[in-house]
Structure formats: C-alpha cells, structure tokens
C-alpha cells in the first residue's frame, strides 16, 4: 500500500489550496493510498530552529544548528513535533507540499518544516546527498498556487522564468535530500481567476492524480558526474556536453540556453 504524506501551509479550510489539498486526499485515498495530511497552520508548528529542538542540550559557546541536530538525531534527543514529522516522512513513499507562493518560495511556517524536519543525518548527510541522498527512494513533489498569472513567469515575464524560481526548491532541498522529485503542479492565479476556471483547474488537478504514482520524475545531474574532491562536472561530461545547444539543468548549464521546462516537465 503506497502512503503519502501531504505537508499542507494554507490559514483558511476556505482556501483553494485547501481544496486542492482535499482533491489530494480524496483521490489518492481512492487509489488505495494510506494519506496523512499535516496542517502545518492548524498544529501551530514552530517555524524557527533554535536550540530549543534539542532536548537536554546544554549551551557551551557557538551553536550550529546543523551539527548539533545531527548529534540529537543520533542519540534520539530532538524534539517530539520534529520526530513526529520524520516518522511520518520515513513511513510515506510520496510527499507533496501543498501551499500558496510566497515571495517567490514557500510560506515561512512551510520553510520551518524543512529546516527543522530535514535533519543532517535523518534525511542527507555531507556524503549522502543529491541523487544519493538519504531519501532517494522517496518521491516528492511541489503543488501551489501563484499571485501572477502564468504569462508572468515567462522567460520574458517580470516575474523571470519559473523554471529558475523552482530550482533552488526542488534542486537545492528535495533533490538534495535525494527525493525522486515529479513535475510540480502549479495553480495560476487562482484568486484571479472565475469560479469556473477554478473548478476547471481543480478537475485537471485530480485527473492528474489518477496517473500520478506511475509518473516519471524530474532530470537532475546524478553526484557521480561530479569530480569528489572539487565538486565540479568532470571532464568527460564536460566533453559530452559541449556540442550540445542546451545545458544541461537550469543551475548547472555551462554556459548555454537553459533547457527549456527542465524544472516543471520531466524529460527536459
């Protein structure tokens, strides 16, 4: 049975992301799918990583956050609302973050989850990361709603290419984590949009989800095309690349044109 966990940031049950997230639910739990939603705003969870995550911990001078948290992990001494989420997480197959853009990323109270569920340790550590990271066997997968309309972020929108707005997510935390990361789901402008065109985007929603399990993940650059020692691509990719008109993902493109939809179509 497939479990899939829904990280959910919206205020209101009244929402759009609310019922994109009931679409989710009910979908899936048709399939057979065991979901478990967390209503990040309802359980009132705590946004900010302080040393306050880490039980019995004891103040000696410069705190990093990402070293001690590590240790707790280990020695199972962090914080109940953290390791409540990772059990969940270490349970699910499939985790979609559903959410409203903020500023160009997700909502802060979403960004707490991350920081403070995604553990150095539990989900990557400074050798298991990137496509061999700790979560590798897991998929993930954004779902939100914008402000602007989707001419907006365009390559020659004001907002710039959503491509490259999504790389720093989905590269730089769900691949990082080694997640098997599918193609987002993005709802454009909803607020701006008529009833009908609502539903219409929720139907599309949930027609989406009937085939969503068997979907193909996003490209990314496996770790082993990088040199160990200076983390660069290595000469031969270099090599095999360089007739090539496009690069090779939005962030690592030597270069060249990005590769058109790389971070919002699989295949690309």
Known sequence: MVKVLIVFAHQSSASFNAAAKSAAVEVLTAQGCTVEVSDLYAMNFKAAATAEDIKDYEEYGHFRYQEETRLA????????????????????????????MYWFSVPAIMKGWIDRVLTCGFAFTGEKRYSQGLLKEKKAMLSFTTGSLESMFSSAGINGDMN????????????????????????????????????????????????????????????????????????????????????????????????????????C
């Open 73 to 100: 992990w280990e020695e199972g001494r962090l914080v109940e609302d953290i390791t409540a989420e990772q059990t969940k997480l270490t349970e699910a197959d499939l985790l979609i973050f559903q959410f409203p």
């Open 164 to 267: 490259v707005t999504l790389w720093p997510i989905q590269n730089g935390i769900l691949h990082y984590c080694g997640f098997q990361v599918l193609p987002p789901q993005i709802f454009w402008a909803p607020s701006c949009a008529s009833p009908e065109a609502r539903q219409t985007m929720l139907e599309g929603w949930r027609s989406r989800l009937q085939g969503l399990l068997e979907e193909k993940p996003l490209s990314f650059i496996s770790l082993d095309c990088f040199d160990p020692k200076a983390f660069q691509l290595t000469p031969d990719v270099q090599e095999k690349h360089a007739s090539q008109e496009f690069g090779l993902t939005v962030g690592i493109h030597l270069g060249k044109p990005l590769p058109p939809q790389n971070q919002m179509k699989a295949g």
